[in-house]
Every structure is written in C-alpha cells, then in structure tokens.
C-alpha cells in the first residue's frame, strides 16, 4: 500500500511537489488544537438538530451516506470559519497553482462542507471532486481544484480516514485503482489532507462509535463557477460582514460581478 507524505504546513514548496507527485499528501499542525474544539463547538448544535442521513440542501442517496450528516453554509454557522478560509497555507497554495503563471486573476471558495461519519458508515463509492466542472476539465491539461479536507477529530483507519489513491491525478479516466494502490489519510485532529482535484479518493468506513469529523474546502480559479452559491447557504449579512479578502474568495464583489477573472 502506497502511503501519503507527512508535510509541516509551512512547508508550501514541500506540499506543492507532493501534489504534484502524488496529487496529495498530509499537511501537518495546520489548525490548533483550540481551533478545531471551537469549530466542533460551533457546530454542535446544527449536527445535534440533524438525523442522521440527511443535510440541509435535500438532496441524498447512498453516495452521501446513510450514517453521515453534513452541513453546508458554514460562514453563518462559525466565525471562526474565516480563519479557515484565509489560512495561509491554503490561499498560498491556490495562488502559487492558479495564479503566479497567469492562468487567472484570483482564486475562489468553490465549497466548504462539514462531513460527520457515524458507526456503521461504509466506504463510499471512488471518484474525483475536479468531476464537477468535467467539460472545463477535459479541456484543460493542469489541475482546476485544489482541496483541503481538514481533520478536526483524528482520521483513523477505523474511524473513516479518507481512502486515496496516490498518482491518480495522471491516470486516463477509465482505470480503477486496485487495492494495493489505496492509502488511509489517517491524520491527527489539526492536520489537513491536500489533495487534488483529479485524485481519486473516498470515505473510509466507521466501525467505531466516536465519529469522524472533516471540515472541507475547494478553491478554484475565479473564472471558474463555484458549486456552492454562500450568499444562498448563509444568511447575506453574514457574508457581507466577513473582511474584504474573505468576501472575495466567496465571489461577493463591490458592484456585484467581477470584470477580470
């Protein structure tokens, strides 16, 4: 089984070569100890009010899991979740991928996501997350999506750490990984699996009774259409109250759209 890289995360250069290599690696001591608790906190009472199964967009089948729950509109949810989407490593790495050699302007949020895995998960089915804009992606020879899956409880091999399969990022679309080409992202609470868009991966199954927590975002290039629209999601005033710089990466501009992307 071929194994992810362990990375510091103010190792920027060290993270972007094993992206590249392998299309993803674990960034480590990226989220404290205390931000990863006030965040859980945060989010508590949105997961304690959901069943399990369910999120608040309406739309589930076995794909998304009977035993998860996950919560979108996280920037209505915590205010905390601005440090998460302006962490340096992140935007470093979104803007030395997307915009240092002039493929856009600027970098956007395309989501975020709270994903609980519960007892009795299953592993989820493979795929890659760059599928969301596949006609774009076909036509472009780089990455369009750049992922942070951070981990705010441990990822374990028991509890549902992420399946990945490391070098898929380069494979034609029609190969499937065998088993002794999947790794566990298995990562202490703070660390965050980087990975990229044409990786593929997938959900781990949970055969414990603590559950698994992972707190997602994708940036993009910011000619390209976010999936999540945070103005619907979120309340607007909760959106329109975040730093300029937030307020950007979410795609909410000064006079509404954006003339260069």
Same mark, same amino acid.
């Given at each position: 089984m071929t194994g992810l890289a362990h990375i510091d995360a103010d190792d920027v250069d060290g993270i972007l070569a =094993?992206? =590249?290599?392998d299309g993803g690696c674990i960034a480590r001591n990226v989220l404290g100890d205390d931000q990863c608790q006030a965040l859980l906190d945060d989010f508590s009472p949105h997961l304690a009010a959901m069943d399990w199964g369910r999120?608040?967009?309406?739309?589930?089948?076995?794909?998304?899991?009977?035993?998860?729950?996950?919560?979108?509109?996280?920037?209505?949810?915590s205010p905390r979740m601005v440090e998460v989407l302006t962490h340096p490593l992140l935007l470093a790495l979104a803007e030395r991928l997307f915009v240092d050699d002039g493929f856009a302007d600027d970098v956007r949020l395309s989501n975020t996501e709270l994903m609980v895995l519960?007892?009795?998960?299953? @592993?989820?089915?493979?795929?890659?997350?760059? @599928?969301?804009?596949?006609? @774009?992606q076909r036509r472009e020879d780089?990455?369009?999506?750049?992922? +942070?899956?951070? +981990?705010?409880?441990p990822f374990t091999a028991s509890n549902g750490a992420t399946r990945v399969v490391p070098g898929s990022h380069r494979w034609p679309p029609d190969r499937r990984p065998t088993d002794d080409?999947?790794?566990? +992202?298995?990562?202490? =609470?703070?660390? +965050?699996?980087i990975y990229a868009g044409n990786v593929i991966h997938a959900g781990g199954a949970n055969v414990e009774s603590d559950v698994r927590v992972g707190l997602?975002?994708?940036?993009?290039?910011?000619?390209l259409r976010p999936i999540e629209n945070q103005l619907v999601t979120n309340t607007p005033a909760d959106v329109l109250a975040l730093p300029e710089? =937030?307020?950007?990466?979410?795609?909410? @501009?000064?006079?509404g759209?954006?003339?260069?992307?």
């Open positions: =094993a992206v =590249a290599e999120d608040e967009l309406g739309y589930r089948n076995d794909f998304y899991g009977a035993r998860t729950k996950r919560l979108h509109g996280l920037f209505s949810k519960g007892q009795d998960q299953g @592993v989820q089915d493979f795929h890659t997350d760059g @599928v969301s804009w596949r006609r @774009v780089r990455e369009i999506l750049i992922s +942070a899956n951070c +981990a705010l409880t080409e999947v790794c566990l +992202a298995e990562m202490p =609470a703070g660390s +965050a699996l997602y975002l994708g940036y993009i290039p910011s000619w710089r =937030a307020r950007r990466l979410l795609d909410v @501009v000064e006079g759209f954006t003339v260069y992307a």
